[in-house]
């Protein structure tokens, strides 16, 4: 008798699995942290090992105090735009270069010069860009310079494809996953002949749930199904508890990820408009640095993200607290501008380590204020809440700052890992104990409060966001002309 889940999320900065029974009860849950190198400006790396060992050590880690004898299925999610190059072997011929990565920003632009607006809106439905995280940006990239290893490659992967392929021996992803690669009828063709020979190295697109294959005889959980699994985005996007036409949600986690489900569609500059999954029109906004920043800046004043967060809490809003860009390796959505760089501004005496600790934490609200802002305009939507899930999300005084700066209420889940839910979710309706995707949405996902924004501070944020965009704009010549070494 099927009675558990397991779903995994191999994220930007830890593999996170969660347990949990066919009611969304959770049992057991295992986070293991794993680091990013940067060896040069501008790179971004993990060792794709790192994912395995979370993966595996998850596994064995819920057997010893849990019955997984009722296991139906392991789901799993992944960031995504984090690519492995590996061979006829599996084996990668480099480190993966994570979504952050932005080396092959050169190649990226010259891809983009490449493609019209009106090739753009015919394939994915709105101006996407290519960016330096794009895996077109990225083949062109090692194949300029790595050339021998453009030749052992034979396939390009996510982490979760990745997983999936060392867990069970196949190879295969899915269509939303494959950002900015597909329309509706799957790979673009044109757009991909502009880099020799990418055709090949892209693996098979199946649905979510499509159960890629069983885990091998020697392995932790043996025998039991694994489904194709979702990016992190769509994933935690069910962990959320978003599914219908007009919900919205915040995914905090090392970037915010916004995004509103919308059958009306206004092609705007900076949102990438998914192709539609099961009747779902995702319009979303992946920024650059949200849980990343915190990190940052906890790091710099020897305190930990929650420390940060309560540090932050001890003072109000006001003139003292400095505007902060959190731009610390570029930013994504909507601006796309990897050249940009973080910046305090408007600093003065009176500001300590309370004060600058606030100011993060405002400069990432504002950042997810502009990327709820083009979400609303691509929608044709006006929002009046969210529901918010992830790591970040578990700050009270965070979440308050996001929905007085947002002007809008955002609804926070009770389990943080969103998207470990949302893979447990998808390995429910793979294996086939669990009702459709809206029911399981349903039955599975818990929330624990509502943020309300305060009107006392309206006027405090509306200013100090318009600031916000002046401040980019005054320094985007600064740091589009500024040489890194």
Not at 328 to 336: F, I, M
């Amino acid at each position: 008798m099927h009675t558990t889940l397991i779903g995994l999320d191999v994220g930007t900065t830890a593999l996170k699995a969660v347990l949990i029974d066919l009611d969304g009860n959770r049992l057991a849950d295992f986070a293991r942290p794993y680091p990013i190198a940067r060896p040069s400006p501008g790179a971004a790396e993990q060792d794709p090992a790192d994912w395995m060992d979370g993966v595996l050590d998850a596994l064995t880690s819920f057997a010893p105090d849990h019955d997984l004898s009722g296991l139906a299925g392991i789901g799993i999610c992944s960031q995504v735009n984090t690519h492995v190059f590996v061979d006829a072997a599996g084996t990668p011929l480099l480190p993966a270069m994570v979504w952050q990565d932005t080396t092959a920003a050169p190649d990226a632009a010259a891809l983009d010069a490449q493609v019209s607006a009106d090739q753009k809106l015919a394939w994915f439905g709105g101006p996407m860009p290519i960016d330096a995280s794009h895996a077109l940006s990225r083949l062109a990239y090692v194949r300029r310079v790595h050339p021998d290893v453009y030749e052992k490659t034979r396939q390009i992967l996510l982490p979760k494809d990745y997983c999936v392929m060392q867990l069970t021996g196949a190879v295969g992803s899915d269509p939303i996953s494959a950002v900015g690669l597909v329309d509706r009828a799957g790979y673009v063709a044109p757009l991909l002949e502009l880099v020799p020979g990418a055709r090949q190295l892209l693996p098979p697109l199946h649905p979510f749930s499509h159960v890629a294959g069983r885990v091998r005889p020697g392995l932790p959980c043996a025998g039991v199904p694994v489904v194709v699994g979702a990016m992190d985005a769509w994933g935690g996007m069910f962990g959320v508890g978003v599914v219908a036409d007009g919900d919205a949600m915040l995914q905090s986690g090392t970037s915010e990820i916004a995004g509103i489900v919308s059958a009306s569609v206004h092609p705007t500059p900076g949102v990438i408009l998914f192709p539609p999954y099961e009747g779902i029109v995702m319009h979303a906004a992946p920024t650059q640095s949200g849980g990343a920043a915190i990190a940052w800046m906890g790091a710099v004043l020897g305190r930990t993200p929650a420390e940060l967060s309560a540090l932050a809490a001890t003072v109000p809003p006001s003139s003292a607290v400095p505007l902060f860009l959190p731009h610390l390796e570029g930013e994504r959505a909507p601006l796309w501008d990897a050249a940009s760089r973080g910046v305090f501004a408007r600093i003065d005496g009176r500001a300590g380590a309370a004060e600058m600790a606030r100011s993060v934490l405002e400069g990432v609200a504002f950042s997810v204020r502009l990327a709820f802002d083009a979400l609303q305009q691509s929608a044709g939507r006006r929002l009046t809440i969210a529901n918010i899930g992830g790591g970040g999300s578990r700050s009270d005084i965070w979440c308050q700052i996001r929905a007085d700066a947002l002007g809008f209420g955002l609804r926070r889940t009770r389990v943080p890992d969103a998207a470990a839910i949302g893979a447990a979710i998808l390995a429910g309706l793979g294996s086939g104990t669990l009702p459709s995707l809206p029911e399981a949405v349903r039955r599975l996902v818990q929330f624990d409060r509502v943020f309300e924004p305060q009107a006392s501070v309206r006027a405090y944020y509306d200013e100090k966001f318009g600031k916000y965009r002046e401040l980019y704009e005054a320094l985007r010549g600064f740091n589009g002309g500024y040489q890194a070494v």
